[in-house]
């Protein structure tokens, strides 16, 4: 669990650099894009995406979860360090294909889902928020000082580098194997076999049900506040790690101080409604925001009740 903390915190100190950084590269392009194309980009992005996990399945099952973790790895970081070179729309849409192999996050939580127990899963998906929220400490602070003393450009080129030096020596030497299954079981998975996995299990298809809903949500929320609003309020690199060191605070919160009163008083099928309505609020408020200060109250709100949702219904799924 240690080194499984230690591989997510490395990942998303490189993802919150990037993302740091990310919003300025997209308006310094040749042409400026839209909302439209920013939206377009991220739904290609996406489909990659999902085609890449129905891959990442079958070959964490086959290979191992340290293959995966390796292969996430270097997609990512050809992914970052790509993006410091495009200038276009089409170098940023076409760039989203190396997407198929981010797939950390799910990969996590499968590896996480072999090394503890079902009492103990939400709880241990929450332990993964304390790094990722010091990454969002330091990844935003060293991207924001290497763009400073270089240039935005560099910056992002670097972390690529950053995230494959660090990440794939931890995951090749520290990471240990937990499970995988015969190749001649592997064999007969398919995808095509999932559909009947999923229409015999109903707890499975309202866990992905819950999933897609906020997932799909949290999608168009980040692509108005962070590429629409956030665009009318930020003026530096500095004000986008305001945004990211909120959101880690709001991370810290709610899993030393929340999480603890809240999961002795409340069922989990309660924390998962609170947690939702906690998201209602703030994707309503955001149509209403119009400061940069609330905006931050709003990304810290919207930060605390997706983790809980998220670890809720991560617990279904993999239960």
């Known amino acids: 669990m240690f080194t499984l903390c230690l591989v997510f915190g490395l990942w998303h100190f490189a993802t919150q650099w990037t993302t740091t950084l990310l919003s300025f590269l997209q308006w310094d392009t040749e042409e400026v894009m839209t909302i439209t194309d920013l939206g377009y980009i991220q739904a290609f992005g996406s489909l990659c995406n999902a085609f890449g996990a129905l ?44 997407r198929f192999g981010y797939q950390l996050d799910g990969t996590a939580e499968m590896y996480l889902a072999t090394v503890t127990t079902e009492s103990e899963r939400t709880s241990a998906l929450m332990r993964l928020t304390i790094p990722q929220a010091i990454a969002m400490f330091f990844g935003p602070i060293v991207g924001s000082k290497v763009a400073a003393w270089t240039s935005l450009r560099t910056s992002q080129f670097i972390v690529g580098f950053v995230l494959a030096g660090t990440m794939i020596p931890v995951v090749l030497f520290l990471l240990p194997t937990t499970h995988s299954i015969p190749r001649l079981a592997s064999a007969r ?24 809903l906020l997932i799909s949500a949290y999608v168009c929320y980040e692509m108005i506040s962070r590429n629409f609003l956030l665009r009318n309020y930020m003026h530096n690199t500095n004000e986008s790690a305001y945004v990211l060191l909120t959101m880690a605070g709001s991370l810290l919160a709610v899993q030393f ?49 997706y983790a809980v949702a998220y670890a809720e219904s991560s617990t279904q799924i993999t239960t």
């Open 257 to 305: 101080i929340v999480m603890p009163i809240v999961q002795r008083r409340a069922s989990p099928k309660r924390l998962l409604q609170v947690s939702l309505v906690g998201l209602f609020i703030s994707y309503l408020s955001a149509a209403f925001a119009n400061s940069f200060e609330q905006m931050l109250m709003i990304t810290a709100v919207q930060t605390a009740a």
């Open 189 to 212: 998975l398919r995808p095509q076999d999932y559909w009947h996995m999923i229409s015999k299990n109903s707890s499975l298809k309202e866990g992905l049900l819950i999933r897609a």
């Open 55 to 98: 891959a990442a399945g079958q070959l964490a099952d086959t290979l191992g979860a340290q293959s995966m973790f390796l292969l996430s790895a270097v997609f990512t970081a050809v992914y970052y360090s790509g993006i410091s070179m495009a200038r276009s729309w089409y170098s940023f849409f076409f760039l989203q294909v190396l």
